[in-house]
């Protein structure tokens, strides 16, 4: 039988809580996410993720850990070779990925590819580098409109970004750009995890504001997840912000696509309020695109300010057979150097208003506990070729 009806799990796009013990191989050296925006702020106000256990995970400055939490916490290791989101939320939900996507983040795309999209597409490409969505339309987009040519630009993730003004390129023409950079991309050696395709609108330098017509081309797992498995037994899974495009949409039933971390709680609060049987899969993006690759430890702290506000707005309306998840799928300490992602363990909070028990997990050697979690709770077997031990058990 199904100790619950419906389960919530919210990841806390880059919260981050220490080193892996191979950080160093991926060129974080003593970083930690959380454990460095409580020391880099004044105050940090999140009563809710202290009651939850937080503080207990790692030494907070402003918050002592609870002697007895609501439920129960821990810290989970990555297994998959990588730092990004698509490997992060990929393993949560059973798949182990061996090697790296790829990233262009230090050098730009390569003479070759860029050479091949011009030809294709019949655009010259300018940017070609990494850069902040906003910042990178200040300093082309104006180029962009007067020449026709074509912003492309990467981040700290696996990604392959174009611009196109929605008067001026037009957004069929960026979508058809962004179909060619996909299948460009297939090749072994330039291999993304996602195209996305960046509309915007305005004229001139301040004026210019990225639209809701953003669409992403992503690869699509190479094996099914929990997420499939749930559905093919019938079972609701519900996204909110940027989960169905990590996942290309396989496995999930119902999408809703976030404005922000803050609209991504409103959604969920909203759904926690209706009625559905399954798993709600919840990605809060801001904390990592607005905060943590633009190095803003105090943005970052306001933040998870306003996500424990709306926390404690979803506690006091979970059912007695609800089930609440908290986790990450990487770091990005706003402190340390460089924009990339940082490696870390990330942080593993459980609750549910039937609980008797509460307090410390052992330390797991992968984020798939939670999709395994998540299977077992609902009858459902892990798909062949999948990683990951439940903890429904300890849970009590």
Known sequence: ???????????????????????????????????????????????????????????????????????????LREKSKGKDTMTGHWEMMGLEVTKPFQTFTETGFPAELIQELEQRTGHKVIGNKSASGTEILEELAEEEIATGHMIVYTSADSVLQIC?????????????????????????????????????????????????????YALKPYGKTVLDALKAKGLDVVSVGKI??????????????????????????????????????????????????????????????????????????????????ITADHGNDPTYTG???????????????????????PEQETFAVVGATVAENFGVAMPEGTIGKSLLDVLK
């Open 164 to 216: 196109g003004n929605e008067e001026n390129f037009g957004l069929e023409e960026l979508y058809r750009c962004c179909e060619i950079a996909r299948s460009l991309t297939m090749r072994e050696e330039w291999r993304v995890g996602r195209v996305i395709a960046r509309p915007y609108v305005g004229k001139k330098r301040g004026e210019f504001k990225r639209t809701s017509n953003r669409h992403d």
């Open 339 to 361: 924009t990339d992602h940082t490696r870390e363990k990330v942080p593993f909070l459980a609750y549910a208003p039937s609980m008797e028990g509460c307090g410390a997990i």
């Open 1 to 75: 039988m199904e100790k619950y009806r419906r389960i919530f799990v919210i990841v806390v796009d880059s919260l981050g809580v220490g080193a892996m013990e191979d950080s160093p191989d991926f060129g974080d050296v003593g970083v930690n996410t959380l454990g460095h925006i409580s020391q880099a702020v004044s105050s940090l106000e999140i009563p809710n993720l202290r009651r939850l256990g937080l503080a207990n995970i790692t030494p907070l400055a402003q918050a002592a850990p609870v002697e007895a939490p609501l439920g129960y916490y821990g810290k």
């Open 244 to 325: 169905r495009d990590i996942f290309d949409g396989e496995g999930i039933t119902e999408a809703h696509k976030s404005k922000s971390s803050v609209h991504g709680m409103e959604q969920a609060i909203e759904l926690a309020q209706g009625s559905f049987h399954g798993l709600c899969f919840v990605n809060l993006v801001d904390f990592d695109a607005l905060w943590g690759h633009r190095r803003d430890p105090k943005g970052y702290a306001r933040e998870l300010e306003k996500f424990d506000e709306s926390l404690g707005r979803l506690l006091p309306i979970l059912r007695e057979d609800d089930l609440l998840l």
